[in-house]
């Protein structure tokens, strides 16, 4: 089954759960959650702006797939995976002064930063409530590792923000940070479905070495996007990233090269107040021109191998490998 | 034993749990974390400012001993109790804009709305992964009774932030958003050592009823002092609550009365602009008169005389019911 059918097929499995989920908040909370996820406008009118690819659910679903249960074991981790994930998201864009999301104005932007932490923190616990609703042994253990999954999330998070303030990033550095606020989270989802299904240690570590793996490819291409990827795609602003002075990882790789290109990026991230859009082309030249956009297609590609050798030969269901191995090239392929 | 006494010998079992726990952060959401746990100031040197009562830590040691478990049973769960209320604490006074509490900054004043979104989920997640670490059936049940109580928490502090914007909040109103925010987790410290030794469940519940209505009688209480208090022992500007326009008891008390002190307190709380000390001393001087305050302080002798029927006559532990009573009459006659 080709990539785009596979999300399709768990967002029909996953995303009526999800609404249920969030239909169990009180009025205050559940509207601009609803209004998150795109189901509906900031009113509370229908709204067709729908929820982002559906990643981390369709990985969920393969995930049990793959050790011979049926997909739906794996809805309860699905959407527990999917609250933290959005959480990360309301919480991340009011840190990062993020005012667009997938075409849309971000919970605080339309809402207010009050009302955007307290939903954030109502869908932070709710991923906890849900699974612990019938506390079996395996919903128990998908509870546990979601708890390290989040605490790892919140510390990369942390750590990405404290790099703002720190000169030496590099590549190594980057990745760090980013297999914790990307790779883990995306590691659970990947091997959430198999813990649903008791499966044997070797192959929930198998899906999760998948997953995290997926999610440094994931973020490599994120991380060109942010700089190179098209507005009417990527539903942010041109240069996102540098606008903002991310140290994402082609900046990474160009500020630790120390040489003319890493002090003329390091001169314009340097510069007072906002800026210009001839600063953020003249610094996405200079990273291009040094190299920081094909290493991290290059890093990409790489995490993106490592991934599919996770699940190569380790006794997983044939069919659900293909799944995953489409969908991992589908992500990790993508607007090159 | 005496009260202090009580809270003193809790808070030297609990507290060392608290700070290992803190300690399993990165050093980026440690640092925010501990500053506002009073053990250390803004630059990371010691501090003695110390962590507030520990009210929720002792009524979870009684209701070990409640049960004839000994105190040290409920040292997780007195743990994971303090680390949900104090992420509510960093978020709350981010949300209500407030500076100062216990006489010093709060997270967000010393650090920066950003550290303070971010320390407070890592808090909320370090309370789950700290009862799970272990995964017994006692703590299971600990956790999932958590994430109920922390959602009523959660639903509280969201129905508070909606009476901004609504007009007709009577005292009914204002106990049913209390009894989520302040309420739930009280019940839940006060019970969590009797589920952690594994008690049955009557008296399991029975003590939850008891924190739940100390919950509202200490609310009250607070409400009190949130207008009359002394700014030397609340860590508070005097008349913060009004400052605030906050739509506590006695101000939902005299609202709601539709009479001629509604209409002037109403009219100050829709003056333009922040409110001089003036407005906010003729405010308190109208519900004083109108009767807020009596009725306030008697609501606060109901719900305590209701949560000592809780507990008497349900088969506990005498001696821990000696405390759990002393201990309620503390908190809930305190200053007046």
Redesign the interface.
């Known amino acids: 089954m080709a990539a785009p059918a596979v999300l399709e097929r768990s967002r029909l499995l996953v995303q009526p759960a999800i609404a249920a989920a969030v239909d169990r908040?009180?009025v205050?909370?559940r509207r601009p959650s609803r209004y998150h996820f795109g189901w509906t406008e900031a009113d509370g009118s229908p709204s067709s702006a729908g929820s982002g690819k559906g990643l981390r659910p369709a990985l969920a679903v393969l995930s049990a797939e793959a050790v011979g249960a049926p997909g739906a074991t794996a809805v309860p981790g699905a959407v527990a995976t999917e609250l933290v994930h959005n959480?990360s998201l309301v919480?991340d864009d009011?840190?990062d002064g993020d005012t667009v999301r997938r075409h849309r104005a971000t919970v605080w932007s339309a809402f207010g930063?009050?009302?955007a932490?307290?939903s954030?923190?109502?869908l932070?616990?709710?991923a906890?409530?849900l699974l612990?609703?019938e506390?079996t042994a395996e919903r128990?253990?998908a509870?546990?590792r979601l708890?390290?999954a989040?605490?790892a999330m919140?510390?990369g998070?942390?750590?990405d923000?404290?790099f703002d303030d720190v000169t030496g990033i590099d590549l190594e550095a980057c990745l760090a940070m980013e297999a914790d606020k990307t790779g883990a989270l995306i590691g659970y989802s990947a091997s959430v479905g198999a813990v649903l299904a008791g499966a044997a240690g070797i192959h929930v570590d198998a899906l999760e070495a998948y997953g995290r793996e997926l999610g440094l490819a994931f973020q490599a291409v994120d991380d060109v996007l942010g700089i190179w990827g098209d507005p009417a795609v990527t539903g942010k602003a041109a240069g996102n990233d540098l606008r903002e002075r991310k140290k994402s990882m082609p900046v990474a790789i160009v500020l630790s090269g120390h040489d003319e290109a890493a002090e003329q990026l390091g001169d314009i991230y340097d510069l007072e107040g906002d800026l210009s859009d001839a600063d953020v082309g003249r610094a996405a030249a200079i990273i291009e021109a040094a190299g920081g956009r094909d290493r991290t297609v290059a890093e990409a590609r790489l995490h993106l191998d490592a991934a599919l050798d996770s699940v190569a030969d380790v006794g997983l269901v044939d069919t659900a490998v293909v799944d995953l191995v489409d969908l991992a090239r589908f992500v990790a392929e993508r607007d090159f």
């Open positions: 908040l009180c205050e909370l959480f919480h009011i840190i930063v009050e009302d932490i307290i954030g923190d109502a932070h616990n709710l906890y409530q612990l609703d506390p128990v253990s509870a546990t708890t390290a989040t605490a919140i510390a998070q942390a750590a923000m404290a």
